[in-house]
């Protein structure tokens, strides 16, 4: 679900350029917290581990690709579209053949309530509803349905630039300056800061190019890697993106797996899994084993509705100058 994309697109178009980055940084801490002590620059190291966060789609001597923390919770805005849309459209056509069945039987009188409730009121009502919702619905269900199957962010370690493939409607594709990355992240979070996060980069206006060579005249957000379990993982995971960039591919060595792009049913399962079933990560919490297990429907419900959510998409891909930049 692009639900961080769609919110900070919708903030920009709402709000001035200084006003959109202060409310990103204030969704890094609550009320009464102190500010963020970010990294000053790319050139400063955050941690003296690495960690690929299994979130690495390609990784070679030019460039590596890296997921977004969406791709776990899409599937329930599509439950919801089908379930209800279905509902409201098996409705609307229930009724106007219910209707016309009565209206064609000769065995039947029918008196003037007949024909304005079940011939004009009840399908009227049943159809205008079903429109209304997927006329005006529709924006919502592109959040993870009937656009990109994924937001890619390419580091190029040779062009020393990022580049942001997404939707048009979540921003569209963006060439960033590397040197010029703001690192939205606490280099001295706690160990607790880092459950569920991830990393949110940010560019000041200007600080980039569209694909036709305009400057881009808003700041620029992304977020990337799936979400950590715990600070150390969090800053390890950009020191591997920031040596890999700053030192070379033999300091963020390729990691033994890579994500797979192909929508396979049982990646959508371990998707669900791992998003509804969070207390199994954990050792002594065994008494959840149960209570995930009573969950099991949901989270095939879940399951279904994400592998479906990626079969009604299409799988992105850079341009082809920017496949070949670097080479």
């Given at each position: 679900?692009?639900?961080?994309?769609?919110?900070?697109?919708?903030?920009?178009?709402?709000?001035?350029?200084?006003?959109?980055?202060?409310s990103?940084?204030a969704?890094?801490r609550?009320a009464?917290?102190?500010?963020l002590e970010?990294?000053?620059?790319?050139?400063?190291?955050?941690?003296?581990?690495?960690y690929?966060?299994?979130?690495?789609?390609?990784?070679n001597?030019?460039?590596?690709?890296?997921?977004?923390p969406?791709?776990?919770?899409?599937?329930t805005?599509?439950?919801?579209?089908?379930?209800?849309?279905?509902?409201l459209?098996w409705?609307a056509?229930?009724?106007?053949?219910?209707?016309?069945?009565d209206?064609?039987?000769?065995?039947?009188?029918?008196?003037?309530?007949?024909?304005?409730?079940?011939?004009?009121?009840?399908?009227?009502?049943?159809s205008?509803?079903?429109?209304?919702?997927?006329?005006?619905?529709?924006?919502f269900?592109?959040?993870?349905?009937?656009?990109a199957?994924?937001i890619?962010?390419?580091?190029?370690?040779?062009t020393?630039?990022?580049?942001?493939?997404?939707p048009?409607?979540?921003?569209?594709?963006?060439?960033?300056?590397?040197?010029?990355t703001?690192?939205?992240i606490?280099?001295?979070?706690?160990?607790?800061?880092?459950?569920?996060?991830?990393?949110?980069?940010?560019w000041d206006?200007?600080?980039?190019?569209d694909?036709?060579?305009?400057?881009?005249?808003?700041?620029?957000?992304?977020?990337?890697?799936?979400?950590?379990h715990?600070?150390?993982?969090?800053?390890?995971?950009?020191?591997?993106?920031?040596?890999?960039?700053?030192d070379?591919?033999?300091?963020?060595?390729?990691?033994?797996?890579?994500?797979?792009?192909?929508?396979w049913?049982?990646?959508?399962?371990?998707?669900?899994?791992?998003e509804?079933s969070?207390?199994?990560?954990?050792?002594?919490?065994?008494?959840?084993?149960?209570?995930?297990?009573?969950?099991?429907?949901?989270?095939?419900?879940?399951?279904s509705?994400?592998w479906?959510?990626?079969?009604?998409?299409?799988?992105?891909?850079?341009p082809?100058?920017?496949?070949?930049?670097?080479?």
């Amino acid at each position: 679900m692009y639900w961080l994309e769609w919110k900070f697109q919708w903030s920009k178009k709402n709000s001035h350029e200084e006003e959109s980055l202060e409310s990103l940084k204030a969704q890094q801490r609550q009320a009464g917290e102190p500010e963020l002590e970010v990294p000053e620059g790319v050139g400063e190291s955050v941690s003296e581990q690495i960690y690929d966060n299994d979130s690495i789609y390609l990784h070679n001597d030019v460039a590596i690709d890296i997921r977004t923390p969406n791709d776990e919770r899409r599937g329930t805005l599509t439950f919801l579209y089908f379930g209800v849309g279905g509902t409201l459209a098996w409705a609307a056509i229930s009724t106007i053949w219910s209707a016309i069945n009565d209206l064609l039987d000769p065995t039947r009188t029918h008196s003037w309530v007949f024909y304005v409730f079940s011939l004009f009121l009840l399908p009227l009502i049943t159809s205008t509803a079903s429109y209304l919702f997927f006329r005006y619905l529709l924006k919502f269900i592109r959040l993870e349905a009937f656009t990109a199957r994924r937001i890619i962010v390419r580091f190029n370690r040779i062009t020393r630039k990022v580049y942001l493939l997404r939707p048009k409607h979540l921003g569209g594709i963006r060439i960033m300056d590397w040197d010029k990355t703001e690192v939205l992240i606490d280099k001295n979070m706690s160990e607790v800061e880092g459950i569920g996060s991830f990393i949110t980069l940010a560019w000041d206006k200007g600080d980039g190019v569209d694909l036709q060579g305009k400057p881009t005249d808003h700041i620029e957000v992304t977020y990337i890697g799936k979400p950590t379990h715990n600070a150390s993982e969090l800053l390890a995971f950009w020191e591997y993106i920031r040596r890999y960039m700053e030192d070379g591919p033999a300091d963020a060595p390729a990691p033994k797996t890579r994500l797979s792009k192909f929508p396979w049913p049982w990646l959508s399962l371990k998707a669900a899994w791992s998003e509804d079933s969070p207390y199994l990560h954990y050792r002594g919490l065994g008494v959840f084993v149960v209570f995930n297990v009573l969950m099991l429907p949901a989270i095939l419900i879940h399951a279904s509705s994400h592998w479906l959510s990626l079969l009604l998409c299409y799988e992105p891909r850079f341009p082809r100058e920017i496949e070949e930049a670097g080479r």
